[in-house]
């Protein structure tokens, strides 16, 4: 079936390490790609994007992803993680176009001082 | 800010009552989305639209139905409310551009049906 994971429910950092947030979809195609963040209470902010060229993007916060096609992975990174960056995460993709954003659960983030 | 208001922010109602839930935009925008946010499920698609009059069926469309009678307006209605139906309801908008399209989101409705 077609579906986006995101194995982990729960991360915890501390302040100034670094962070991984895993994404795997499973579409034929490559569809667009993006990582959304929301901070509670919130409504959602996109942080990136990708939707063809190089595979490494760069986004808003000093996050960054990058796409990896034999894996169908896009893996969210941050080199250094700062207190504020507690939040949700979510993976979305968009198969075919735009005209259905399919969401992952969403990976929580806790930042240890 | 995309010019996204939705309305209302807050509702409590009882089972089986007709709720509807309004999204407004101020852009003209083609693309319009309802989503609804549960714990464990991330944001999972309602229904869409791609223009007036112009809807479709997401993921967990059982239970809810949509209008859109001005670009403006995207209406999502639940014609029986059940306590099911107990979730955070997202609405968003596609801003289309030469490899610079994003989706914009509303603040959210919390509806609590009791």
């Known amino acids: 079936a077609q579906s986006v994971t995101q194995p982990d429910i729960h991360i915890t950092v501390s302040e100034g390490a670094s962070l991984e947030l895993r994404c795997n979809y499973s579409?034929?195609?490559?569809?667009?790609l993006f990582w959304y963040v929301q901070s509670p209470g919130q409504g959602l902010q996109l942080l990136l994007k990708?939707?063809?060229?190089?595979?490494l993007v760069q986004g808003i916060k000093g996050f960054e992803a990058e796409f990896k096609r034999s894996q169908s992975s896009f893996n969210l990174r941050k080199p250094s993680v700062h207190w504020s960056d507690a939040a949700e995460y979510f993976c979305a993709v968009a198969p075919g176009g735009y005209n259905k954003l399919i969401f992952g659960a969403g990976t929580r983030l806790a930042v240890h001082p | 800010d995309a010019g996204i208001t939705q309305s209302p922010r807050h509702k409590v109602t009882e089972t089986g009552t007709p709720v509807t839930l309004r999204c407004h935009q101020t852009e003209n925008h083609r693309y319009m989305y309802w989503y609804r946010q549960d714990p464990g499920h991330g944001l999972r698609l309602i229904h869409y639209s791609y223009g007036v009059k112009d809807t479709d069926k997401g993921e967990v469309s059982d239970g809810y139905s949509v209008s859109r009678s001005k670009t403006e307006d995207f209406l999502l209605t639940l014609e029986s409310a059940t306590s099911s139906q107990t979730s955070v309801y997202f609405c968003?908008?596609?801003?289309?551009?030469?490899?610079?399209?994003?989706?914009?989101f509303g603040q959210g409705t919390r509806l609590t049906v009791v």
């Open positions: 579409y034929g195609a490559t569809p667009y």
């Open positions: 990708y939707f063809s060229g190089d595979t």
């Open positions: 968003a908008i596609l801003r289309e551009g030469p490899m610079n399209t994003e989706a914009f």
